[in-house]
């Protein structure tokens, strides 16, 4: 044997011990967690969030909203067992084409209650009359960041009143507002006996509390059965009908940020599910300044509307639309300002400010 050979060989014999008791130490770990992770997405498949829905697993988790109405389901499901149904991202068709989307609704005997569900964290505040609601976040060395979105009780309100005319009936319906288990909900304050703004851990003794006050039975499982049956297809609908539906709002929201310049107001969280509402007992919105240095933290990439100081309207040269001072809030360009047109989502035109 070669000077080499004896050197080497006990280290080649250490490494060959050390690769037989470290590649099971390493593999057993990860297919351990390989086989709970299977067995995870098989059971949420087998559930009727999955089935409702179709969204896959790791979309879901990558996804906040839809989460959220997720965990709200996952502590509904006792009632699930009990007779009660469930549907989830309602599309309900409104007379002038468009739709309001529902986050989750259960279908009980004592009622159908109609969740809006917000994954927000931080501080909340808001009172059932208010136009806006307000979260406060934490930025560090006793500091905070205001945003403000529209009122959760008005928007749900909105919504009951498209399922009821959908369905055609005077069915009892309960608004139910849950918030994320991480925000704490600060002087919130309801009136309406049939509208509770909730955490998410809340929810399950919530609803006890509403059907354990509810005498009988309003709805009976045939009930159940044709309600479900009719709003189904509401679930199914296209990504086209999707699509059209954020536009909607979006056209929305740009005309509401024309009406009312939003340079010194606070800046608003922008959901895909917000609808606006024309309630003549909205109240306006406060204008309250944030601090200087404070940056956007809106759950969406949005952009804020501004008001044109040009004496003289600007048109868009595609659609003679009129063109709106905005200010990007997030990504690369956040800060500067251009142009847009005022009818976007259907024209996109965008004009740079040198």
Same mark, same amino acid.
């Given at each position: #044997? ?11 014999? #250490? ?17 351990? $967690? ?23 697993? =790791?979309? /879901? ?44 609704? #259960? ?7 109609? =969740? ?21 976040? +934490? ?23 498209? /399922? ?8 009892? #319906?309960?608004?139910?507002?849950? =918030? ?14 049939? $509208? ?22 309003? /709805?009976?499982?045939?009930? &159940? ?7 189904? +297809? ?15 709002? %979006? ?7 024309? !009406?009312? +310049? %939003? ?12 609808? %606006?509402?024309? @309630?003549? @007992?909205?109240? *306006? ?9 404070? *940056? ?7 952009? %804020? ?9 600007? !048109? ?8 709106? /001072? ?18 976007? +989502?259907?024209?996109?035109? &965008?004009?740079?400010?040198?």
């Amino acid at each position: #044997m070669s000077i080499i050979e004896q050197v080497f060989q006990p280290i080649v014999e #250490m490494l060959v011990r050390l690769a037989i008791y470290l590649i099971p130490a390493i593999l057993i770990p990860v297919i351990l $967690v390989a086989i709970a992770l299977a067995k995870k997405v098989r059971k949420y498949k087998s559930g009727t969030y999955y089935k409702n829905t179709k969204t896959p697993y =790791f979309s /879901l988790l990558n996804n906040t909203g839809k989460y959220g109405e997720y965990l709200t389901y996952q502590y509904l499901k006792s009632f699930e067992d009990k007779g009660a149904k469930f549907l989830f991202n309602v599309y309900i068709p409104k007379e002038n084409d468009e739709t309001s989307e529902i986050d989750v609704i #259960m279908i009980h005997q004592k009622g159908i209650f109609v =969740f809006e569900s917000k994954n927000y964290s931080g501080w909340i505040f808001g009172n059932e009359n208010q136009k806006n609601w307000y979260q406060t976040l +934490p930025r560090g060395r006793g500091k905070s960041h205001k945003e403000h979105f529209y009122n959760p009780i008005k928007q749900n309100r909105t919504h009951i009143k498209h /399922l009821k005319a959908f369905l055609g009936e005077d069915i009892q #319906m309960w608004s139910i507002i849950t =918030f994320s288990d991480r925000c704490t909900l600060k002087d919130i304050k309801t009136t309406s006996e049939d $509208v509770f703004v909730i955490n998410r851990y809340d929810v399950s003794s919530t609803i006890s509390d509403i059907c354990n006050r509810t005498d009988t039975a309003l /709805l009976s499982k045939n009930d &159940i059965a044709d309600i479900y049956d009719k709003l189904y +297809p509401c679930t199914q609908v296209d990504e086209a009908t999707k699509q059209q539906h954020i536009a909607d709002i %979006q056209s929305k929201m740009d005309s509401q940020s024309v !009406k009312e +310049p %939003q340079s010194n107001a606070l800046p608003s969280i922008q959901d895909e599910s917000v609808e %606006q509402s024309n @309630d003549n @007992d909205a109240v *306006k919105d406060e204008n309250i300044k944030t601090n200087d240095d404070a *940056k956007s933290t809106t759950c969406n990439e949005t952009i %804020q509307a501004e008001s044109n100081s040009d004496n003289q309207p600007r !048109k868009c040269p595609k659609c003679n639309a009129e063109l709106v /001072l905005r200010t990007a809030t997030r990504g690369a360009n956040a800060g500067n300002q251009f142009y847009g047109c005022s009818n976007y +989502p259907k024209c996109r035109y &965008i004009e740079n400010i040198e």
